[in-house]
């Protein structure tokens, strides 16, 4: 069984708001064995997995970790929807930076929704902040990358960009942290007032964006994939 089984039916769980006792019930086994497969000590047979599946409403690939999405499906670049309809659906005939391309762009639509919820222009300004400075760093780097590119296009030296706009990133993302925790670090308001507005399941991310939940759990996995290669 793999590593995300276990922490897939813990997230099911406290997501429906059931004890471990009610799941083991439910779900015919005892609360000790059931806290050992989430724990993954121990290992479960196909049945039970099954039986999760029937219990949470969702599919055996998901369970296991092979699909991002709660349905099993499994993503291509054709069958993400392109928010800005764009004609080039496939680029230079590689279909990997097109499918990369519409993960990022519908995650954002669902982020800034997220954030749109919180009602807090201070909030969106630093997530804007935040973002723009990312594309900025990267795109820099692409640029920089000819040497016969005129330099000029950028106003902040050279010497002095890369670590300006890591702590422009860093201030960013710190205040970002500070208004979700209801402080506002300019000083003019008391930040989000009602966290209550980010409350989310992965089920609630379906029903809002079915267009676009696909996108954000494909982007999650990918993203932790990479994370967990540094350990």
Known sequence: MTMEFNRIITLLRKERGITQKQAAEDLGVSQALLSHYEKGIRECGLE????VADYYGVSCDYLLGR?????GMMLNAEDLPNPES???SIYRG???PTMN???VSNSLNILYAKVGECQDKSLVTEVSAFLMLAVYKVFRRLYSAQPHNARSLFGVSQVLWEGYSD??????ETNIQALLNGED????GAGVKDTARLAMTTESLAKEYPLYASSLMNLIKTSEARIEKLK
């Open 48 to 51: 039970f997995v099954v039986r």
């Open 67 to 71: 699909s991002a999405d709660r349905s």
């Open 86 to 88: 764009m004609k080039d």
């Open 94 to 96: 590689s279909v990997l």
């Open 101 to 103: 391309k519409k993960l």
């Open 167 to 172: 702590s422009a990133m860093h201030l960013a």
């Open 185 to 188: 670090p300019a000083g003019s």
